[in-house]
């Protein structure tokens, strides 16, 4: 091989290896980049909180009641008090509890397809009159006032009056009752009809209204609903809250209380009580946790093993590049052999 030949394919071979060792760095930093996002994918999922599922125990609650006069009392929340009255006595607790009471109450019945009638008779002496049903209507002001005797209705019909107005003060029953009051005027009762029904309550309605639930409109209107109201005792939770004493067995269960202004110690029983509701919130949430927890970690094993894969397509790349360079740098040598066997029998030529 002449001189220029050997120079021309030594300064090839220099090229190609420059272009392999290039490559080679631009492999490298390839895996480099594949590395960073493997550690960043590994600290993702190492700084994920693992969904736990709830426990029962979590939403159980101890909850006290208290038996007084034969009725159970469920207490409602105990929290901490220091509270001393005016006898020196000290409340240690302020506690809301659940009670049954008998209250009288102004209730409003919607009856639908009520069956109103105007009946007018024949006869000129019967005035006419309203039914409901079966049953016929007093007007209200027809009713002895007067009549001071204990068999007298009137002071009944004004007790259930009364509380139907402070129940319900924005019906036309209880403007016309109020109106009445007031002014001591029989004429508003004129617009006040009564019955009893068949559970033996009085029921009140207004002849005509501003709103169509009154007598007249539902004769106009068989479809119409009719408003009438009743008052009676009605059995209800009430919710009372007081100072008390309770006293505590060594495990921290409440055995015993004495509220405020009594001298009654009452025996607490204890319950356990589980919110079924927030319970199953709880895990519908977990479940749901649960599956996204376990897609973004499928999403991140995915991603880890195509990053894997392309790291070993690139080692195999690399090696490939790796065997190139070994074979560049050995004809490298080879034809560096020759160039130096050439110069010197060049040189030898010239000594001779």
Known sequence: ?????????????????TNVEYEG?????????????TSALWNQLYNMKVPTAPSTTDFT???YSFENG????????????????????????????????????????????????????????????????????????TVDRDDPSKSSPWGTYKAQLDQIAADWPESQLAKDWVAYRDSGSPATLSNIYFWTDINGDT????????????????????????????????????????YAIIEYEAQGRATSIQFEGSSAVFALSASTKTDDAAYQDAMNQYNYDQASYEQKVQDINARTEQIQTEDRTLELRLKALDTEQNALQTEMEAVH???????????KTFES
């Open 61 to 63: 609650t101890t909850e």
């Open 70 to 141: 034969g009725a159970v009392n469920t207490i409602k929340e105990i929290q901490d008090a220091d509270y001393t009255d005016s006898d020196g006595i000290h409340y240690n607790s302020y506690v809301t509890y659940y009670t049954r009471v008998d209250e009288y109450t102004g209730i409003r019945n919607a009856i639908s397809n009520p069956q109103v009638q105007y009946v007018s008779p024949t006869d000129p002496s019967i005035d006419p009159y309203y039914m409901v049903g079966t049953r016929t209507l007093v007007c209200l002001d």
């Open 1 to 17: 091989m002449g001189m220029a030949a050997s120079q021309a394919r030594w300064i090839s071979l220099a090229a190609r290896k």
């Open 25 to 37: 760095q631009q492999i490298n930093q390839a895996r480099t980049a594949l590395a960073n996002e």
């Open 203 to 242: 029921n009140y309605a207004s002849r005509t209204a501003s709103t169509p639930d009154s007598l007249d409109a539902c004769v106009s209107d068989p479809l119409a609903t009719l408003h009438s109201y009743y008052a009676k005792y009605q059995s209800q939770n009430k919710e009372v809250s007081k």
């Open 337 to 347: 052999k020759i160039i130096s066997k050439n110069i010197e029998s060049t040189f």
